[in-house]
């Protein structure tokens, strides 16, 4: 119950907080960042592939990492992941 109601917090007062960027921003920034970022804009298209590059990396880590951690694919009878699985004695 209480975490249900702290997301619901979270998801009201994310809505009514600005989360976009302000109007100074907004003018400055190119068409593909209007509305999204605060700051300084790109100063050449190197930028937007750097951004594009960090972007695939982030994803493909994301997804890796979920992938991995719901079917971990170790199969091995000698893996660490059987001894700890198989062993019924807590040693601490």
């Given at each position: 119950m209480r975490k249900k109601l702290f997301l619901l917090l979270a998801l009201l007062t994310s809505y009514y907080l600005p989360s976009t960027a302000c109007d100074a921003c907004n003018r400055k920034q190119t068409v593909v960042f209007s509305g999204l970022t605060h700051g300084k804009t790109p100063?050449?298209?190197?930028?937007?592939?750097?951004?594009?590059?960090?972007?695939?990396?982030?994803?493909?880590?994301?997804?890796?990492?979920?992938?991995?951690?719901?079917?971990?694919?170790?199969?091995?009878?000698?893996?660490?992941?059987?001894?700890?699985?198989?062993?019924?004695?807590?040693?601490?």
């Open positions: 100063d050449s298209q190197w930028d937007y592939l750097i951004v594009l590059i960090i972007a695939a990396i982030v994803l493909l880590t994301l997804f890796y990492s979920v992938k991995w951690l719901i079917r971990p694919g170790e199969k091995s009878v000698d893996h660490i992941k059987q001894f700890v699985v198989n062993n019924n004695s807590y040693e601490g």
